[in-house]
């Protein structure tokens, strides 16, 4: 059975998972959003790895989601 560790880099390398610094984010959104249509990215789900991070962590993350990668794919 794989472990926690390999599961989740399988996640990253099929970009179901993101990490890497803002401007890794926004590359990877930027990639998938031109996957499908006129470019508009139907949906998005996020999900905080529930006992492996601490809930300041997780604030941080939504926190510099929202003020640095999501105001990018405005219209």
């Given at each position: 059975?794989?472990?926690?560790?390999?599961v989740y880099q399988r996640m990253i390398e099929?970009?179901?998972?993101?990490?890497?610094?803002?401007?890794?984010?926004?590359?990877?959104?930027?990639?998938?959003?031109?996957?499908?249509?006129?470019?508009?990215?139907?949906?998005f789900n996020w999900s905080f790895p529930q006992?492996?991070?601490?809930?300041?962590?997780?604030?941080?993350?939504?926190?510099?989601?929202?003020?640095?990668?999501?105001?990018?794919?405005?219209?």
């Amino acid at each position: 059975m794989d472990t926690a560790e390999e599961v989740y880099q399988r996640m990253i390398e099929h970009d179901y998972a993101f990490c890497g610094t803002v401007d890794d984010i926004k590359r990877k959104l930027e990639s998938i959003s031109k996957v499908y249509g006129a470019g508009e990215l139907e949906w998005f789900n996020w999900s905080f790895p529930q006992g492996f991070v601490t809930w300041d962590e997780a604030e941080w993350q939504l926190e510099t989601f929202a003020t640095k990668i999501l105001p990018e794919f405005k219209e």
